[in-house]
Nanobody
């Protein structure tokens, strides 16, 4: 499975960005998917996740009410709509997937495949 993340860029505080992640190669009928981020000098942290079973979602407290995770029309596409961005959202954002899993996964060690990351920079 290959994951390609895109949509990052430079935005002012209060602005919006939409990240996309497309899975290719050997894809699976059911998979948990999520977004993580890593800021300079910090550990990677959970951002949002979505389940295959019913598209239920979970978010880090720091992004609740501002970010929305969703699957695209093609189930192999993952989206992250980020609104009201803050400078502390600056990080490399990674998408990840775990095949044959119907749940919501919030720990990075639970995921099997990772994208290459896309940089989001929020200026104050």
């Amino acid at each position: 499975v290959q994951l390609q993340a895109s949509g990052g860029g430079l935005v002012q505080a209060g602005g919006s960005l939409r990240l996309s992640c497309v899975a290719s190669g050997r894809t699976y009928r059911s998979n948990a998917m999520g977004w993580f981020r890593q800021a300079p000098g910090k550990e990677r942290e959970f951002v949002a996740a979505i389940s295959w079973r019913d598209d239920s979602t979970d978010y880090a407290d720091s992004v609740k009410g501002r970010f929305t995770i969703a699957r695209g029309n093609a189930k192999n596409t993952l989206l992250l709509q980020m609104n009201n961005l803050k400078p502390e959202d600056t990080a490399v954002y990674y998408c990840a997937t775990k095949p044959y899993n119907l749940g919501i996964l919030t720990q990075d060690y639970e995921y099997e495949y990772w994208g290459q990351g896309t940089l989001v920079t929020v200026s104050s």
